[in-house]
Antibody, heavy 121, light 107 residues
Framework: EVQLVESGGGLVQPGESLRLSCTAS????????MQWVRQAPGKGLVWVSR????????NYADSVKGRFTISRDNAKNTVYLQMNSLTDEDTGVYYC??????????????WGQGTLVTVSS | DIEMTQSPSSLSASVGDRVTITCRAS??????LNWYQQKPGKAPNLLIW???NLQSGVPSKFSGSGSETDFTLTISGLQPEDSATYYC?????????FGQGTRLEIK
């Protein structure tokens, strides 16, 4: 089955760190750009970051630049989001997504189920 | 950053109706505009990519058009299962940005 499964969410205090994982199956992971998109409770979708197929090109939203790091391990079919210096504004559901097509870093054609990150003291 | 503005923010329509949702970009994004549907508690689902291309498995009741800065998503023959929030997204440049969403209620 073609799918993405996120993990690693949870409750953390402001200033702490968390690493999210997203494991792919059912397709050739190493052919695709991967992205992270988040959604605060009751709010809209916000793009966070993306990474190309070989892990050499990364892009970030200004709101997370310098605090979050996206990476991947193609041998493990997994993309990560290391989140440091978390604030309450980082609270939300984090979705990982696969590019629509091989070598496409734009639209998201496959989404994970999401993992909830709550930053609160 | 490119700002994406959707209108209306919400709308209510009846079964069988046709509705149009508009998305405007603050600058030209050529045709790099995508549409997603999201139901409560679920992940988004891609409907249309690059303005007018129907994603595999998506019913033909969904269609998209536009160019440069102005785009539309049209849904025909509304059914109760079309009740959802719809988002446009520009993938022309980073940071990738989404519209604020349009909540569609089926009466």
């Amino acid at each position: 089955e073609v799918q993405l499964v996120e993990s690693g969410g949870g409750l953390v205090q402001p200033g702490e760190s968390l690493r999210l994982s997203c494991t792919a199956s059912g397709f050739t992971f190493s052919n695709y750009w991967m992205q992270w998109v988040r959604q605060a409770p009751g709010k809209g979708l916000v793009w966070v970051s993306r990474l190309n197929d070989v892990g050499s090109t990364t892009n970030y939203a200004d709101s997370v630049k310098g605090r979050f790091t996206i990476s991947r391990d193609n041998a493990k079919n997994t993309v990560y989001l290391q989140m440091n210096s978390l604030t309450d504004e980082d609270t939300g559901v984090y979705y990982c997504g696969r590019g629509c097509f091989s070598n496409s870093g734009g639209c998201v054609g496959l989404w994970g189920q999401g993992t909830l990150v709550t930053v609160s003291s | 950053d490119i700002e994406m503005t959707q209108s209306p923010s919400s709308l209510s329509a009846s079964v069988g109706d046709r509705v149009t949702i508009t998305c405007r970009a603050s600058q030209s994004i050529r045709n790099y505009l995508n549409w997603y549907q999201q139901k409560p508690g679920k992940a988004p689902n891609l409907l249309i990519w690059t303005t007018s291309n129907l994603q595999s498995g998506v019913p033909s009741k969904f269609s998209g058009s536009g160019s440069e800065t102005d785009f539309t998503l049209t849904i025909s023959g509304l059914q109760p299962e079309d009740s959802a929030t719809y988002y446009c997204q520009q993938s022309y440049t980073v940071p990738i940005t989404f519209g604020q969403g349009t909540r569609l209620e089926i009466k």
